[in-house]
């Protein structure tokens, strides 16, 4: 918060200096709203230009241009309005040295005034704020360590084809030695082994030596089975 506001002050105040020096003495008591905008591409003259059709122009642009970095929080756009700022106060001193031969500083008020050093002054103002303000915020995407695992629902056709059976879960077998839980069931089990009984031959000569013969000589029926166990 505290860089936010101090690089748009610093950002402000670089936006209306270079408003302000056009205004003020540039060159031998020249004020810089006399040069033309396009002097600074063809040459320096001595006729004396339009105050909109002046320097003023540029650097007014750059002040909007730098308005909006601020509104936008955009630091690059209010870097970009400083270097406008500074590239035009180079040019015109390039093309004031080139028409009078040297850039001289005077006590007397000839020479440089103090409006280029007003304007270069608001172009490092406004790089200054640059990189001073923080930026845009953007809001933190989700992490996907706080994310809620997702739940994986088992396939409707059993294990995958692909496991082999020894890692088979143990849900996957089936449960052979499991006890029931409502009992044995009622009924003969049919995995119960089926005993067999030999039943002895009857002898041929049964009876005639009185075995086996009731009263009256008829022979008794056979003895029943042993039961089964």
């Known amino acids: 918060m505290i860089r936010d506001t101090a690089g748009s002050v610093l ?8 408003v302000w020096s056009p205004f003020r003495a540039w060159y031998d008591g020249r004020p810089g709203h006399d040069y033309g905008t396009g002097e600074l591409f063809t040459g320096v003259t001595d006729a004396k230009a339009d105050v909109l059709a002046s320097i003023l122009l540029p650097f007014a642009l750059a002040a909007l241009v730098a308005l909006v970095g601020v509104v936008l929080r955009s630091r690059l756009i209010v870097a970009l309005a400083g270097i406008f700022v500074l590239g035009f106060t180079i040019l015109w001193m390039v093309r004031v040295g080139e028409a009078q031969g040297s850039l001289t500083i005077d006590a007397d008020g000839t020479g440089l005034g103090e409006g280029v050093a007003v304007a270069f002054g ?33 396939p409707l056709d ?8 020894t890692e088979q879960t143990p849900t996957d077998q089936a449960p052979a030695d499991r006890p029931l839980a409502d009992g044995p069931r009622s009924g003969p089990s049919s995995a119960a082994p089926t005993q067999t009984y030999d039943i002895p031959d009857r002898d041929r000569d049964w009876g005639r030596d009185g075995h086996g013969e009731g009263d009256g000589g008829s022979p008794s029926a056979p003895p029943p089975p042993p039961p089964r166990r």
């Open 11 to 18: 950002a402000l105040a670089g936006a209306t200096a270079a």
């Open 122 to 154: 608001g172009g490092v103002l406004l790089l200054i704020g640059a990189l001073v303000m923080p930026g845009r915020h953007h809001a933190p995407r989700p992490s996907r360590v706080g994310r809620a695992p997702r739940h994986k629902h088992p």
């Open 158 to 165: 059993g294990p995958p084809r692909d496991r082999p059976p």
